[in-house]
């Protein structure tokens, strides 16, 4: 499995130099379209933790219940490095479905799952349906902060 060795949003966007100008780009997008997400590094859960370990550049942050009846942080919208992509997660629904599924096949996508979208470089995105998305998303935390909650935990 690929994995990004970072321990800091710094080390998180000096892991790939290849691909840092994508994800600066990225970032652009989503401090215009939703600057109430504030960017952080996220570690992922630690071993023996519930909750992905996946570490990952966050935008936002909520906290959601697990069967256990322990909770995990984890970012509203989450920037990973993959091995040949980046993938954007979006932790946030409309109407019950998924965001990210309601804008699949719009967004210039390489592929897209119900809650995220992957793209090789930035150009290959259509950068205003991707804005939309994210602006759309940082709406919908900021009027239901539950909303990521309740998705998380299949309601």
Known sequence: ???VAADSLEA???FDPARAADIEQLHDVMRKAAPALKRHFHAGTPAGEAGMRMNMIG??????AIKSGKSAA???IGVALQKNYISVYVAV???GKPL???YAGKLGELRAGGNNFSFVAFGDLNAPTVAALLAEAADIFKADQENPVRYMQGD
Do not use: E, H, I, K
């Open 100 to 102: 990210v599924s309601c």
């Open 93 to 95: 629904t409309r109407d």
């Open 12 to 14: 998180y966007l000096a």
């Open 74 to 76: 984890w970012p509203v």
């Open 59 to 64: 935008y936002g942050q909520f906290r959601y």
């Open 1 to 3: 499995m690929f994995r």
